[in-house]
């Protein structure tokens, strides 16, 4: 079981669902877990009955709402703390310091900040990693109009000073392509459709699945997402 961290107070609940179903159209069983402050999962996953803490299935994914750490999913699922969850992946939403520690959150696992250039964004992402026990490796994924250095170096300015190790690669989602839209409008149909993305934010999806994947090729994961897509009909 690997887990995979998204941190930040940027809205990444369909980033996250997106790069999960990648993951699973290469044969993963994934977990996606949203422990963020609003639980958007809860509004745009559906689910039948809905509690204050619950396990869905969507598009083959189980995504969890309303859990805290990683052993109160184990007891919902009526695993012993001991044994390990049969995920190949869990992929967590967080977007606060609690977080972190609850899901402990380590150097040396695939995390990634996630954020737009709003200063909400930006001030209140940093927020969650104020109080870090020790350094923590991060890649950033950057929300941009442009792709600005000017961004990026802002960003730099905003994080001196706090635990972080930033990686050199980063990782640009368009805001301005049409894909807001197409995202809600695949939010309506209750559906996950690649096609209606624009190809700058699906090759960044697909680039994060590669890194998470490691020994799966780039080829393999744009055969299996075609194979999906010809399969469901989307």
Known sequence: MKKVNFIGAYDKTDCIIYIAKILQTVGKKVLVVDSTTNQKAKYVVPAI????????????????????????????????????????????????????????????????????????????????????????????????????????????????????????NRIYFPIENGDASALAENQRTEKIKFKTISQQYRESLIFIAEEILKDTSDSKIRKAIRIFEKEKGV
Do not use: C, H, Q
């Not at 699922?77 to 899901?103: Q, T």
């Open 49 to 168: 009955k809905p509690t204050v803490s619950y396990i869905t299935e969507f598009e083959e994914i189980d995504v969890a709402v309303g859990f805290y750490n990683l052993d109160d999913i184990k007891k919902y699922l009526s695993i012993s703390e001991e044994k390990e969850m049969e995920y190949d992946y869990i992929l967590i939403d967080i977007d606060k310091g609690e977080a972190i520690d609850a899901f402990d959150v380590r150097p040396e696992e695939d995390n990634y900040f996630v954020t737009g250039f709003d200063l909400y964004s930006l001030k209140k992402g940093l927020e969650a990693l104020n109080n870090l026990s020790e350094p923590l490796n991060l890649t950033k994924v950057l929300f941009s109009k442009g792709m600005f250095k000017e961004e990026d170096d802002y960003l730099n300015f905003l994080s001196a000073g706090y635990k972080i190790i930033w990686k050199e």
